[in-house]
């Protein structure tokens, strides 16, 4: 708990309220704001000095990349640097040469960010989408994905972790499937990175997009998109710019001919923002070296737990996340209330920062490892207190 603690106080934004909505965005510590912060004064005083700031730029971004590298398992420059988990998927949807009539699966439970995207393939490049409606265990997605495949499905869009469930896909044995029949597969790991600990060698997908500012705890405007390095070739390229060429002078000539970046990194079409890199890079150095990606991992499933078993024992409430197949997000409905909105206007008077899915009709508590029980009781104290649930949990530790 020493250790927990420790951290803990790295953190401001969650020591006077209760911070339970990282699945949205994650709260920054202390030390990243303190680096942008002075990388801006720098700026300021000293001027962006064309070479020097570049040199700075491409510097960072190596170890943004080598921190990823460690933390996803697979080597540094299978990695391009985005502004989001949508940017990254639309790096792989435009750039996969799709023709008319291919199809592409999605799944039921997908975000925005991978649907729109899909949608305009069909609008704009004449692709097939086809729907899997998913299921609560491994047989039944399998069974769900198998049944729209055909001949011309050419990639499977699916999420590490479901947005508005919870659920813990299974993207390992989902990938196998896919790779079986030819298919290849671009993972949302939006709420994933950072909360599971994932091999993508071993899962072996062939793209997974993420973002830097959900449970990373890094500034908005940052992500990252890895590519599987026999594929880093497949993929076209719909933006490109001095950034997506190799480091040398002169990377083009006036004929035509360029050479693109090695690896992921030819995807990556603006080099700016030195400040947002620093802090991303700054989260990423506090995340690996002094909390440790095993220690979070563990630590966000122990306050989930926490979470789950309190709500388990109101009998107003429904859990709606499979507890098995849960990461960082937990779903509940309250039986007779609708209006989440509503709902969560009551967590909100109390302090406490909890995420209303409309679409779904639930609340989603999304703890991180800077959270502690006392945050997860002042949580349920709500469901007792404001909306006079019956039967109480009685947590180890708490007031009477």
């Known amino acids: 708990m020493a250790h927990a603690d420790t951290l803990r106080r790295l953190f401001p934004a969650v020591q006077d309220q209760v911070y339970l909505n990282t699945g949205s965005y994650g709260a920054l510590p202390t030390t990243t704001a303190s680096v942008m912060t002075s990388t801006l004064e720098a700026l ?12 700075s730029i491409r510097e960072v ?20 640097l985005t502004e989001s ?4 998927l639309n790096i792989v949807l435009w750039g996969i040469p799709f023709q008319p009539g291919d199809e592409v699966i999605v799944t039921d439970v997908e975000h925005e960010a991978a649907l729109l995207p899909v949608f305009v393939q069909r609008e704009r490049r004449s692709v097939s989408v086809r729907l899997a409606r998913g299921g609560r265990t491994t047989e039944e997605w399998l069974a769900s994905v198998e049944r729209v495949m055909s001949a011309r499905t050419r990639l499977l869009v699916v999420s590490h972790v479901a947005h508005g469930t919870g659920q813990r896909l299974p993207i390992e044995a989902l990938t196998k499937l896919a790779h079986d029949r030819g298919v290849l597969v671009m993972v949302d790991g939006a709420q994933g990175a950072g909360v599971d600990l994932v091999d993508l060698e071993a899962v072996d997908c062939d793209f997974y997009a993420f973002p830097g500012y959900k449970w990373l705890c890094g ?26 060429l190799v480091s040398h002078d002169p990377a083009y000539t006036l004929s035509g001919t360029y050479l693109t970046a090695p690896g ?10 030195l400040v947002k890199w620093r802090g991303l890079l700054e989260s990423l150095k506090l995340l690996h070296v002094q909390a440790g990606f ?38 509940f409905r309250v039986r007779g209330q609708r209006d989440v909105t509503a709902l969560k206007k009551l967590f909100t008077r109390r302090n406490i920062d909890v995420k209303a ?20 009781r ?10 006079q649930l019956a039967n109480p949990p009685k947590l180890e530790g708490a007031s009477p």
Do not use: K, W
């Open 44 to 55: 300021l005083t000293n001027g962006r000095l064309h070479h020097s700031y570049l040199d």
């Open 219 to 244: 500034p908005d405007g940052t992500g990252a998109l890895y590519i599987r390095p026999e594929l880093h070739s497949l993929l076209l390229q719909t933006f490109i710019s001095g950034a997506s």
């Open 294 to 331: 095993d220690f979070m991992s563990a630590r966000i499933r122990g306050l989930t737990a926490e979470v789950y078993d309190g709500l388990l024992e109101y009998s107003g409430v429904e859990v709606t996340t499979p507890r098995e197949a849960r990461a960082g997000l937990i779903h």
């Open 357 to 376: 899915c409309v679409d779904t009709a639930t609340l989603r508590v999304s703890p991180s490892f800077y959270n502690n029980s006392e945050d997860i």
């Open 264 to 273: 992921a990194a030819r995807h990556e079409h603006a080099r700016t923002d």
């Open 85 to 88: 988990t949508g940017h990254g």
């Open 378 to 387: 002042r949580f349920l104290n709500v469901l007792e207190e404001d909306l």
């Open 61 to 80: 971004q190596e170890s943004i990349r080598e921190l990823l590298g460690s933390l996803l398992h697979v080597p540094p420059d299978s990695i391009a």
